[in-house]
C-alpha cells in the first residue's frame, strides 16, 4: 500500500515539475505560468501525510479585462482607438472604456490645459493607451483635432497627468490640375488628385454663370490651381484653397484669380478685376430638371399657346430654393394660380418670383432681408400646377427677362484703388502656376536615370 502511494506521489510530481508540461497563459502584458494543481510534501513527516492542494483559479485572460469595452472598438493589445459620436464627453467616455472615474477627472483636467473638451466633435477619435503589467491603468490619451497637430495627455511618475499639444509644420505648394470632361467634373478632377474642398470651391466659383445640370458637355475644358500641403514621401496630405480656376463649357473659357482686398475680402476675379459672383444665380435650386423653356408654349392645364414668361425646373416635393441673389422680400403668401409665391426685390431694377411652392422657409415673409444661396422655401406644386416643380421668373425694370440669360450679366468689379493690388498678385499666381507639379505623382525614373514627377491616377487619400 505504502509502496503504491509512493509509486503515485513520485509520478504525480514529476508531471507537476516538468516546465514542458506546464500551462502558460499571457495577461495583462505578462507570461504567468500556472501549474493545474500542486502537491505538497511536509518535510520531516509521514509519507500519508502528504497534501494535495486545490488547483489554482482559472487565469484571467485580456478578454476578460476588456468584457466591457463596445465590440466595435478595435482592441489591439493595451491600445484602443474609439470615434465620438453625438453627444460624447471625454470623462465619460473615458469611464465607459475601462478608466476609474477618479483618473477620468485627472486626465479630463489636464486635456483641457492643451484642448478646450467642449470641441470636441463627432467622428474625432481618441486613442487611449493602457499599461498592463500589473493591472490595467490608463498612460497616454491622444487626439488629432487636425492633420498637423496633436493633443497628448500622459501619465508622470507621480501619478499625475501632463498635456502637451504638438503641431507639425508640412510643406505646402502650389499644384496644378488640368483635363476634360469625361464622365462629370466630380469624378474626373478626383482621379487627377482634386480633394472634394478644391471641387465645391470651384462650383462656387461658377455656379452664377454655369448650369451644372445643363451646361456641361463630354470635353469642356478645366485648370484648377490650389495648395497642398505632402507629408516626408510626398504623399498628399490636406488641400488648401484654390487659387486660380478656368473653365470651358461649351468652349467659352472663363478664368478667375483668388484675391484678398484690403479689407480681408476674400473673391475671385477675372482678368479685368470683375468678380466671378454675379447679381443673380440663373439656377435657383440643385439638381432639379430644366422641364419649361422661356417663351411661346402650349399652356399644359389651359391647353392652348401662351407667352411662358419664366423657366419650370421639375424637382421632389420638398427640394429647396434659394433666392438668386441679394434682396428684400416684398412678398410671400399665395398669389393666384401660382400657388403659395415668393417675391425678391433686388437693386438695379431686377426682381426674381417664385411659384407653386409648398411652404416657405423660417423668416421668409414680406420684409425679409435675404443673401444670395439662403433658402426661401420649397418645391410644391400648389395652385395651376401638373406637378411638383419650381416656376422662376425674372424681370427687369417691371419687364420679364429670360432667367437663361443672366450668363451675360458681368460680375461686380474692383475699385480702381485694388486694380495695381490685385493685378500684382495675378501676376504672381501666373507665375508659380509655370512651376506647379500635379497633385498626384509617381516616381519614375528616366533615360538619365534621374526621378521624373508624372500625373497618377489614383485619387487623394
Not at 504638438?166 to 470632361?181: D, Y
Not at 392645364?301 to 430654393?321: E, N, Q, S, W
Amino acid at each position: 500500500m505504502t509502496s503504491t502511494l509512493l509509486t503515485t506521489l513520485s509520478a504525480m510530481k514529476a508531471r507537476v515539475m516538468a516546465p514542458e508540461k506546464r500551462p502558460a497563459v499571457v495577461a495583462c502584458g505578462a507570461a504567468i505560468v500556472l501549474t493545474a494543481g500542486l502537491i505538497s510534501v511536509w518535510p520531516g513527516g509521514n509519507e500519508s501525510e502528504a497534501t494535495i492542494l486545490p488547483p489554482a483559479p482559472p487565469p484571467i485572460s485580456e478578454a476578460s479585462l476588456f468584457a466591457s469595452l463596445d465590440e466595435q472598438d478595435n482592441v489591439a493589445g493595451a491600445v484602443k482607438s474609439v470615434t465620438l459620436k453625438p453627444g460624447d464627453s471625454l470623462g465619460p467616455l473615458l469611464q465607459r472604456n475601462g478608466v476609474t472615474p477618479n483618473e477620468a477627472y485627472k486626465v479630463t483636467q489636464a486635456f483641457s490645459e492643451a484642448y478646450n473638451p467642449r470641441n470636441l466633435r463627432a467622428g474625432q477619435t481618441i486613442t487611449m493607451y493602457f499599461d498592463q503589467s500589473v493591472e490595467p491603468k490608463i498612460t497616454e490619451v491622444t487626439l488629432k483635432p487636425a492633420f498637423d497637430r496633436t493633443v497628448f495627455v500622459s501619465r508622470k511618475t507621480d501619478g499625475e497627468f501632463t498635456a502637451r499639444d504638438l503641431t507639425v509644420n508640412f510643406p505646402k505648394e502650389i499644384v496644378e490640375v488640368s483635363g476634360t470632361v469625361e464622365n462629370s467634373l466630380y469624378l474626373d478632377a478626383g482621379r487627377m488628385g482634386v480633394p472634394d474642398k478644391v471641387t465645391v470651391q470651384f462650383s462656387h466659383i461658377y455656379e452664377h454663370s454655369v448650369d451644372f445640370q445643363r451646361d456641361i458637355r463630354k470635353g469642356d475644358a478645366f485648370t484648377m490651381t490650389f495648395e497642398l500641403y505632402r507629408d516626408r514621401d510626398g504623399k498628399p496630405l490636406k488641400a488648401g484653397d484654390l487659387v486660380y480656376a478656368s473653365f470651358s463649357p461649351r468652349g467659352k473659357t472663363a478664368s478667375y484669380y483668388l484675391y484678398s482686398s484690403k479689407n480681408g475680402d476674400e473673391n475671385f476675379y477675372d482678368l479685368d478685376g470683375k468678380s466671378a459672383k454675379r447679381k443673380l444665380m440663373r439656377t435657383p435650386i440643385n439638381g432639379a430638371r430644366l422641364s419649361s423653356g422661356y417663351g411661346r408654349r402650349k399652356h399644359p392645364v389651359l391647353g392652348y399657346v401662351k407667352t411662358h414668361k419664366g423657366v419650370d425646373f421639375a424637382a421632389p416635393r420638398g427640394t429647396p430654393i434659394m433666392a438668386a441673389g441679394i434682396g428684400t422680400v416684398e412678398r410671400a403668401s399665395r398669389f393666384g394660380s401660382f400657388g403659395k409665391y415668393i417675391r425678391i426685390r433686388h437693386s438695379d431694377g431686377y426682381k426674381t418670383a417664385y411659384a407653386h411652392l409648398k411652404g416657405y422657409a423660417r423668416g421668409i415673409k414680406s420684409g425679409a432681408r435675404v443673401r444670395q444661396g439662403q433658402i426661401i422655401g420649397y418645391v410644391g406644386t400648389t395652385g395651376r400646377s401638373t406637378g411638383p416643380h419650381l416656376h422662376y421668373e425674372v424681370h427687369k425694370n417691371g419687364k420679364a427677362i429670360n432667367p437663361r440669360s443672366l450668363s451675360t450679366l458681368s460680375g461686380k468689379p474692383l475699385p480702381k484703388s485694388e486694380r495695381a493690388a490685385f493685378d500684382a498678385r495675378r501676376k504672381e499666381i501666373d507665375k508659380i502656376r509655370k512651376s506647379a507639379r500635379p497633385a498626384l505623382l509617381t516616381s519614375e525614373p528616366d533615360t538619365s536615370g534621374q526621378l521624373v514627377s508624372t500625373a497618377a491616377t489614383s485619387p487623394l487619400p
